[in-house]
Nanobody, 121 residues
Framework: QVRLVESGGGLVQAGGSLRLSCAAS????????MGWFRQAPGKEREFVAA????????YYVNSVKGRFTISRDNAKNTVYLQMNSLKFEDTAVYYC??????????????WGQGTQVTVSS
């Protein structure tokens, strides 16, 4: 398990961009596939994007394909989510976590505290 701290959220107009960061503590960060999830008010937490241990494989929910890019820097123990062409529907609290599965869309371990993304229409 690792401790995760999300950051980079904020208020942005529709069509704008944000880059989220998830900083992980621990000596084995590179051993985990990592993913981003989001939860809007009144909705279930949903999978957004995942990246393999080495960063060579990514997977996205259909609603963000072509707009969001997940990446990681194992030397910095950090995973990123670059969000472009943001829509009002992207408004949510964004969380990162370890993920498993094929594709790796299933949360395991602990969540970070989340970071709020608010997109104005």
């Amino acid at each position: 398990q690792v401790r995760l701290v999300e950051s980079g959220g904020g208020l942005v107009q529709a069509g704008g961009s944000l880059r989220l960061s998830c900083a992980a503590s621990g000596r084995t960060f590179s051993s985990y596939a990592m993913g981003w999830f989001r939860q809007a008010p009144g909705k279930e937490r949903e999978f957004v994007a995942a990246i393999s241990m080495s960063g060579g494989t990514t997977y996205y929910v259909n609603s963000v394909k072509g707009r969001f890019t997940i990446s990681r820097d194992n030397a910095k123990n950090t995973v990123y989510l670059q969000m472009n062409s943001l829509k009002f529907e992207d408004t949510a609290v964004y969380y990162c976590s370890e993920v498993v599965g094929t594709p790796a869309t299933t949360h395991v371990g602990s969540w970070g505290q989340g970071t709020q993304v608010t997109v104005s229409s």
